[in-house]
């Protein structure tokens, strides 16, 4: 019996090996994806092939992919929905991060290179251009959804008080793209697509939360 026994459990480690193999590999996947873009724009930075406004070109950039990251992100879930791959879920954290990571970039970028720390004027522009308000409110809201998505963070909150304060991306993700459609003005085909994406996602999820018992559930 006990043969038998420790024969299964070997056999169950042998099974879980490959999955934990995959998992980690498409873990591992994902970070070299999220990392390509910010490689490719500092090669084009090394190479001098920003364009005429380097500095415009890098905030853009590192802006468009936030957005499209947190596309990504939201989209896990219906994804999920569609294929029953529940495992899907576990990726959405890890994309959502990296969401903020080019977000934070973006703003830092704007900070560092655009204004040079200079915070009154800083805080001159939010006052006088409406794109820049939008933005720093979407970045504001993020920050604390970023700081609390560990597992002990939630742990910690609880999973209640955690699903309330993630609430915020119902905010935080449209204005992130009405900030890009006001920045734009003209050409706005690109960041309307943005601004329909999420918020036909975020409404899908609420839906999805809704018939599957309140809002206090995943």
């Given at each position: 019996m006990a043969a038998d026994g420790g024969g299964v459990d070997l056999g169950g480690r042998r099974s879980s090996r490959p999955a934990f193999r995959w998992r980690?590999?498409?873990?591992?996947?994902?970070?070299?994806?999220?990392?390509?873009?910010?490689?490719?724009?500092?090669?084009?930075?090394?190479?001098?092939?920003?364009?005429?406004?380097?500095?415009e070109a890098v905030i853009r950039s590192l802006g468009d992919w936030a957005l499209r990251l947190l596309v990504v992100a939201l989209a896990v879930t219906p994804a999920r929905r569609l294929t029953g791959w529940a495992g899907l879920a576990s990726y959405r954290r890890m994309i959502g991060l990296w969401a903020f990571a080019y977000a934070a970039l973006h703003f830092a970028a704007y900070v560092v290179l655009d204004q040079f720390f200079d915070w009154a004027a800083i805080g001159r522009e939010i006052v006088k251009h409406k794109f820049i308000t939008a933005g720093m409110l979407a970045f504001a809201l993020l920050l604390p959804l970023a700081a609390t998505s560990t597992s002990a963070m939630i742990r910690r909150l609880g999973g209640r008080r955690w699903q309330r304060l993630h609430r915020l991306v119902y905010?935080?993700?449209?204005?992130?793209?009405?900030?890009?459609?006001?920045?734009v003005k003209a050409?706005?085909?690109?960041?309307?697509?943005?601004?329909?994406?999420?918020?036909?996602?975020?409404?899908?999820?609420?839906?999805?939360?809704?018939?599957?018992?309140?809002?206090?559930?995943?």
């Open positions: 980690s590999g498409v873990r591992a996947g994902i970070h070299v994806l999220c990392l390509i873009p910010l490689a490719v724009l500092m090669a084009a930075g090394i190479a001098g092939d920003l364009g005429a406004n380097p500095i905010v935080a993700g449209p204005l992130a793209a009405i900030h890009y459609i006001w920045m050409d706005a085909l690109q960041p309307m697509v943005y601004f329909v994406l999420i918020l036909g996602l975020l409404c899908y999820r609420g839906v999805v939360k809704s018939r599957a018992g309140g809002w206090m559930r995943k």
